[in-house]
């Protein structure tokens, strides 16, 4: 397929997925069905599904390739669509099947508000993703390579989020800033830099030195800094420098608020200095292997769904979560799980204007995928570690061969002379110890509970196999409120400017999406996309786990009850964007609209029930 049926296709894959999981509005078609066979024939489906559009008097026929428990199915092309009284399947394209589905979605709910954008927003969506394909497609096959260090697979996510309508769409790029500023097409850049008076800015340290001395000590080392720039700006003075991304320091001088800072000589503008570093899966997250730290900054670029400018609470939650790791807690988890890590964001820099948020704010995050010669902290890990994300690992292959990690577990079938369903047995079990294991000791434990869906989960391999997990993001923490008391006596005052505390029941609901949903399920389905494994098998081994903490205090906790019920609750995606939420706004339980979905750890426990009495 040429770029634009890659986007195309993979625009459907994620839309269509998102309406069938939120709405369950479809219903398989029998094998010996007219229009089954009519589809078989003419796109080699294996089965077929349809969707009555009821309001509409359309029903939608989709051809099916791979039917996932986990939820994640891949369709054959093209779909078709006809009048429910009509025999004449039209084909459809990406553009036609969003428009309609949205408009049963507002007819269905009796809805008065316009869609536009949300369409807009996929158009835009399918246009960045064949931009993307088209830079990367020349060398495709090194995104799926055997080992990758961090710095490639951050930049490697081209289709993006499986499971989200929009996964690329960037609101306030223009055509060469997508290019300048995006992973995909492997941008890089330096940061732009303010110099500001102390009397204006607000910053915050766990470390020995203020963010003040940790970025004119960066700038120091960086041999891309001129000698004079050094001289001049970064010694020990009444004025810091605050680095923004070059978009967010171009966005910050058109504001009255900061011509005036700068008429009044409390603000200067230094433009771009120094090294040039390299956008993550985050966009606005950046990374250069010689840096003590990655850069997390304000952007006012409305990325999916949400504008991405750091806040006063997130601030100072990265503060406060650096100190709980730096306590009896992080000392408890390392000796029970030394191979858990969480990346930290000990410093953090801004500007408010008017005392409110501005979009200066900066938060330096700890790298540990640093070079090695450059290092002074104490790291395991180097800028040569075989690291990535986890949606680097499971996001579909262009040409439709899998993924990274089914590439990965093909070869240690290989090497091993073994079969691809042991070794993706092994894998599988591996991973869960690093990952799910410790992160749900940690929960019940101290309470703490961490948004660890597949682009904050960072996973370091070793020959292929998992070695170890890091978390990242100060966004993603909550703590649970019938905890207070125990987190108080660890922490005195924790929670007051990070406000981090939730009701249990809400965080109980969150982790399963996060945790489980997205991160679990997510490397379920790409090894049973690839066919290597049935995802039975993976799923019971889920559930093998969780039988561990069967006999745990849980301390009044329903998530294990939730994970084993005939249903739970999911993020809907298509339908939180539909009704127009931001999911940094407001509070967790109000960010988001969550739906009942089927159970497969439900399912196949009753499965295998009835095979061990049939």
Known sequence: MNSRQIAEAATIQSFLNCYLRETGNFKSLAADDPLTLQLKERTNAKSAIICPLAQQNIEIL?????????DRHIFTFPLFYKCAARDQLLELDYLTLSTLLLKELSLSMGSTEPYDELIERVIQSCNNIQQFVEARQPKASELYEFKRNFGETEQSLVLGHHLHPTPKSRQGFLSQEMTDYSPETEGEFSLHYFRAHKSIIIEGSTLEESATELIKTELRNDDAVSEAFKATYCGND????????????RWLLHSEKVQNLIGKELLEDLGQQGRKFKPTSSVRTVYNADARFMVKLSLNIKITNSVRANLFKELERGLEVNQIFSSTIGKDLRFHFPNFEVIRDPAYITIPLDGKESGF??????NPFQTKAKQIDNLNTDSESDASCLIGLCQDALDGSGSRLA??????????????????????????S???????????????????????????????????????????????????????GILEGISQKSETFCPDEVIDECLVYYVFINNVFGIINALGVAELVDENLLLRELNILLAEFADFNLAGSKLLDNLQSETFRTKANLLTRFNNM?????SVATQSVYVNIQNPLHTVKTMAKEEAYA
């Open 434 to 488: 690093l990952s799910v294991k410790p992160m749900l000791w940690m929960y019940f434990t101290y309470g703490i509970a961490l948004e660890a869906h597949q682009q904050n989960s960072v996973l370091e391999l070793k020959d292929g196999y998992p070695k170890c997990f890091h978390y990242r993001d100060n966004q993603g923490y909550y703590y649970r409120e019938s905890f207070s008391d125990k987190l108080n």
């Open 582 to 586: 931001d999911e940094l706004v407001g």
């Open 407 to 432: 590439n990965i577990i093909r070869t240690l079938a290989t090497q091993e002379n073994r079969s691809t369903e042991k070794v993706s047995i092994d894998w599988f079990k591996q991973y869960l």
């Open 62 to 70: 989709v051809g099916v390739k791979y039917w996932s428990l986990s």
């Open 361 to 366: 704010a900066t938060i330096l995050r700890a």
């Open 238 to 249: 009444d004025y810091a420098l605050v680095p923004v991304h070059p978009w967010q320091g």
